[in-house]
């Protein structure tokens, strides 16, 4: 299985981008999918995720500006952030979790100017 991010770019603050994360086979197989960033000198870290089986779950600094959703028939998961700060920049990962093993998504650039 591999996954595919896509639809990074250049923003000024408070404008909107969605994320997509295509997969190579069933997103449904996965237990657990989610976004994780990695911004310039800084650790990757994570962003939001859901195991499918409530609600996601978003770090507070992107709660109430970020929704994470998916789209099964078309294999694909999406982030759509709203209301971008300049401190959204970095390189933004999707990551799947299937049977304990992480399947990684290459990176897509997001960079928002003040």
């Known amino acids: 299985v591999q996954l595919q991010a896509s639809g990074g770019g250049s923003v000024q603050a408070g404008g909107s981008l969605r994320l997509s994360c295509a997969s190579s086979g069933s997103i449904g197989s996965f237990e657990t999918m989610g976004w994780y960033r990695q911004a310039p000198g800084k650790q990757r870290e994570p962003v939001a995720d859901d195991n499918f089986g409530g609600r996601p779950n978003y770090v507070d600094a992107v709660k109430g500006r970020f929704t994470l959703s998916r789209d099964k028939p078309q294999n694909t998961m999406y982030l759509q952030m709203n209301s971008l700060k300049p401190e959204d920049t970095g390189v933004y990962y999707c990551?799947?979790?299937?049977?304990?093993?992480?399947?990684w998504g290459q990176g897509t650039q997001v960079t928002v100017s003040s």
């Open positions: 990551k799947g979790l299937r049977r304990g093993t992480a399947y």
